[in-house]
C-alpha cells in the first residue's frame, strides 16, 4: 500500500525557516517524481515544486522561487522541502504527492494527509 | 502562467441528478487536464487524467471531455458520498495550474 506520511510542520516568526519532511512507503521511491502542493486555509489547491527521480531536475511556482528548496534521499524514502525567509501568506496545509509515471506526467495519484505550516508573529 | 477557470464555483444538487462543471484554460493545453476530487478534511483523489481517462477505481458516474481551452467534468446520478470540492488542473506547462475549485452539495 502506497503511504505518504508528512511531518516537520508547525507555527513559525516571519522571516523564519522550517523544514517538511514526506515518509514514502509502498511503492519504489526513488522510481517517480514527487511533488509538493499546498492549500491556504478556506483555500484552492497550489502546486509548490516538483523534483525528479534523480534529483537533479526541479521546478518551482515563481511565489517561492529563491526561498524554498526541494530535495529528496532516495535511499531513506524521504521528500523534503527545506522554506525559508517564510511569509504570514505561506500558511498552508502542504502536501506531499506523487507523480504516477517515470516521465513525469505533472499530476498526482498519491497524496499524504498535509502538514500545517503557519506562519504568524 | 495558465490560467484555470472553473464555473460555477458551487452547485447544490438532488441525489440522482447529472452535474456539470466547466473548466477553461487561458490557452490551449490539448488534452493535459486532470479532474481532482476533495471530500472535506480530506487530501485530494484523482478521478480523470487526460482529460477524459478514468483512474483505476473511480465509479463510472464520473466522466471527463474536452481538449484545447475547454473541459467539462461530468457526475452522471449524484451520490451522497460526492459532497465534495472538485478542481481541475493542467498538466502543460509549469507551474502547475490549478482551477478555484466547484463546491458540490447535496441538496
Known amino acids: 500500500e502506497v503511504q505518504l506520511v508528512e511531518s516537520g510542520g508547525g507555527l513559525v516568526q516571519p522571516g523564519g525557516s522550517l523544514r517538511l519532511s514526506c515518509a514514502a512507503s509502498g511503492f519504489t521511491f526513488s522510481s517517480y517524481w514527487m511533488t509538493w502542493v499546498r492549500q491556504a486555509p478556506g483555500k484552492g489547491l497550489e502546486w509548490v515544486a516538483n523534483?525528479?527521480?534523480?534529483?537533479?531536475?526541479?521546478y518551482y511556482v515563481a511565489s517561492v522561487k529563491g526561498r524554498f528548496t526541494i530535495s529528496r534521499d532516495n535511499a531513506k524514502n524521504l521528500l523534503y522541502l527545506e522554506m525559508d525567509s517564510l511569509r504570514p501568506e505561506d500558511t498552508a496545509l502542504y502536501y506531499c504527492?506523487?507523480?504516477?509515471?517515470?516521465?513525469?506526467?505533472?499530476?498526482?495519484?498519491?497524496w499524504g494527509q498535509g502538514i500545517l505550516v503557519t506562519v504568524s508573529s | 502562467d495558465i490560467q484555470m477557470t472553473q464555473s460555477p464555483s458551487s452547485v447544490s444538487a438532488s441525489v440522482g441528478d447529472r452535474v456539470t462543471i466547466t473548466c477553461r484554460a487561458s490557452q490551449g493545453i490539448a488534452s493535459w487536464l486532470v479532474w481532482y476530487q476533495q471530500k472535506p478534511g480530506e487530501a485530494p483523489n484523482l478521478l480523470i487524467y487526460?482529460?477524459?481517462r478514468l483512474q483505476s477505481g473511480v465509479p463510472s458516474r464520473f466522466s471527463g471531455s474536452g481538449s484545447g481551452t475547454d473541459f467539462t467534468l461530468t457526475i452522471n446520478s449524484l451520490q451522497p458520498e460526492d459532497l465534495a470540492t472538485y478542481y481541475c488542473q493542467q498538466t502543460n506547462t509549469f507551474p502547475l495550474t490549478f482551477g478555484g475549485g466547484t463546491k458540490v452539495e447535496i441538496k
Open positions: 487526460a482529460a477524459s
Open positions: 523534483i525528479k527521480q534523480e534529483g537533479n531536475e526541479k
Open positions: 504527492a506523487r507523480d504516477p509515471s517515470e516521465w513525469g506526467s505533472n499530476f498526482f495519484d498519491y
